[in-house]
Structures are given as C-alpha cells and as structure tokens.
C-alpha cells in the first residue's frame, strides 16, 4: 500500500457522497410525518405550559391584591381600636378627674363642716354655756 491508495480523488469523491447521503437522511427525517406529528404535540405543550403559567401569574396577582386588601382593613381596624381604646380611655380619666374632684369638694365640705363645729364649740365655751 502505498500512499497513493485512495488518492485524492477517491477520497474527494466519497466525501462529497457521504456529505450527500446525510443530507438525504436528513430531509427524509424532515419530511417524516411522525416527527410533524411530535413538533405539533411538543408545540401544543408548549402552548398549553403558556396559558397554564398565565393563569398561576394572574391567581398569584389576585392572591396578593386580597392579601393587600385584608392588609388594609387589619390595619383600619387597629385604627378603629386604637381610638376606641383612646376615647375610652379619656372618658376614663374624665370620670376619674371628676369622681376626684367631687370627693376634693366632700372632703372640703366635711373639713369646713369640722371648722364650723370646732369655732362654735371655742365660741359656747368663751360665753361660758
């Protein structure tokens, strides 16, 4: 064998055929209807993936817009309590202002009731009764 065996027209020639016979293998897969049929499934999938994502992204959105609103009435309920507490507390401290300022004026009136009862006893006893 010498290195002229295959020479280089031989080996030009099964090249191109070999390049030509993967080609023709290659469109014969092409044109299969069996490989249109699994594109078309794969494509349809593929849709379906789509619109099944769409609607996970638009259940998510609504998800998070009821969790912002019940958000919102928690927090406009705090408020609400948060005032109740402090009206109620005012109305707390008013009454005991008030409850303290009338045991202030009893114990004024007793105080003074006590005075009056001291100065007419001193008063009998300088006129000697």
Do not use: C, W
């Amino acid at each position: 064998m010498s290195f002229q065996d295959p020479d280089h027209q031989q080996r030009q020639s099964a090249a191109a055929a070999a390049k030509q016979a993967m080609l023709q293998k290659f469109r014969a897969a092409s044109e299969d209807p069996e490989v249109a049929r699994r594109h078309a499934a794969r494509v349809a999938m593929n849709e379906a993936r789509l619109v099944r994502m769409a609607e996970r992204e638009a259940a998510k959105r609504a998800r998070e817009a009821e969790l912002a609103e019940q958000a919102t009435r928690a927090a406009e309920l705090a408020a609400q309590a948060q005032r109740e507490a402090e009206e109620a507390e005012a109305l707390l401290a008013a009454q005991s202002a008030e409850r303290a300022i009338l045991l202030e004026a009893e114990q004024k009136a007793a105080r003074d009731a006590r005075y009056a009862a001291r100065k007419a006893a001193k008063k009998e006893r300088r006129r000697g009764y």
